[in-house]
């Protein structure tokens, strides 16, 4: 198929659309398309599948004054992929005769906003679905959501006085919130505040496993990882706390391999190491009777369901399967008592709720100009050299035929720095130029071995699509590490996209911008889009964006927070707009880096007095000036139409 050449659409269905974009692999079921040709969202009310189409969505929004880019949340997803985790971990329980529950908690860090976290809390309450909280910040968040005390609050990090001292006043009241240890020298601090306020401390370890996992998150794992004791810093924790007379106080033992862990063997892998220090512990008189497996739970971003970085060999029930089946062999052998099995999923509970939708603001295509019949005869000779070579380009002479393209082209510049050729016959060169590299792109699939020279030319003649977003402040993973997300047009899917293209973000950065995609063949560095329309907005939505893109986010050339829209989809396929959160404004983002709006505001006023006074604008003007400089101090920081 030829790079960018237009097709008729006629010959093009829904089903291919799929397949190109991959939906139906990386959807899960929640995400599809219509038989017209629209982006789908799916959730299950009370056992029902009731679909939604994207757009519709984003018409309400519309309707509403809410403006392109727009986070969308939907609130069913969230709720559903909960019931998800918790019902995997029960069945797999249930099947293997395991002696105990399962209790989930949510990292806070994977999502903090207070809209998710209070879904969570209030969705994960009838299974008791904790909270985890990496910092002081995030007890406070989880003091104030959790509802019940059945539910877990799980403390990691460095805790100070003032962090250890809330959790106890927390115990206190009959929160059953841990402290786990990252080192051991959290511990004196933990006994002397304990013994000051007269409240028992529920204390877990942090473990550093010997088992390593694949994917990004590689060092998070084995020997190398930052996080966690070491086996003799355990033992020194066994032995203060004997000392103490508090070992009955140690009641978790705590692990986590690395965040989307691909591979199955490594949990399994993980799981049965930990729970030989589990064994250990508990010989060494410890009570325990949890057992944290931290999180990892992967999210198949690329729906290839294989070990690649951005996908999982494994299904949600697997994992569970795999977890419960490990633990309850390893402590049957010992005869030791199941624990209570946690886990903190944050990644594979959050990332699907969440879709990032722009609009496109302008292509850059690489097409040729129109190119003339015929050169007239008085055209510089190398002009004529490089229109004959346009005519010439097979699959046998391509690689002869670029080198000359290149080379006439060359010559052409050249001749026009000296002041030998126009403008008009430089611009007709870079044409012809672009229009036989365009011939060669279009041989190079029949090509068994295409140049190592050539490989990039479909990349190089691609379109740029220039979305509203920013990538910095929305899908800063994308930029930081590489992640893939899946991207597709959210309507039009029913038409043939004929052209490929790379997407650029509206800063003025050129690491702003996606290259990389997922495709049914691997990765590739274009993604096929259509043909803009005139009169008609073009929608992209990045899917899978719930976990870690939010809070990362920075304000590259002022771009601010986006709009939020929270939609609750009803079992008669209508929708209700629970929540809206408009984004930052040009002030806010202003305020932010320091600036105080009113101080600018006021200047820019002295300015216009001054231009009054010499006569360069009327009053009536300074009037309007003033009005658009405010109104555009309370605007979106993104591309208003
Ligand atoms: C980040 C983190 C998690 C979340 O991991 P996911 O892979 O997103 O589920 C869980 N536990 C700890 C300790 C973490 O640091």
Redesign the pocket.
Known sequence: MSQNQPHSAADWSVEQSADLYSVKQWGAGYFDLSDNGDATVTVNIKGEKVSVAIIDIVKGMQERGMEMPCILRIENLLDYRIQQLNEAFANAIKDADYQNHYRGVF?I??NQQCHVVEEIATFGQRYNHGL?A?SKAELIIALSQLKDNNSLI?C??YKDAEFIELGLYARQMGVQCFF?LETPAELPVILERSAALGIEPLIGV?LRLSTTVDGH?QE?SGDRSI?GLSTSALLDVVDQLKANDKLHCLQML?T?L????PNIRNVRTGVAEACRFYAGLVSEGAPLGYLDL?????VDYEGSSSNSTHSMNYQLDEYCVNIVETVKETLDAMAIDHPVLV???????VAYSSMLLFNVLDVRDHKPGQLPDSLPEDTIEVLKNLFSVLNTVTPKNFQECYNDSLYYRDEVRDLFHRGQATLRERALAENINLAILDKIAAILPSIARVPAELENLPELLSDIYYGNFSLFQSLPDVWAIDQIFPIMPIHRLDEKPTRDAIIADITCDCDGKIDKFSSPAGYVNTLPLHPLKPDEEYYLGVFLVG??QETLGDLHNLFGDTNVVSVKINAGGDFDFQREFEGDSISDVLSYVEYSPSTMLEQFRKKAEVAVREGKISVAMRKQMLKAFRDSLQGYTYFER
């Open positions: 990292p860090k994977v985890e990496g799980i990691n990090g786990v942090r998150w998070d996080f705590h986590h690395g965040s989307q862990i931290g999180g990892g739970l992967a886990s903190e999923s944050g990644r594979a509970t976990a870690y």
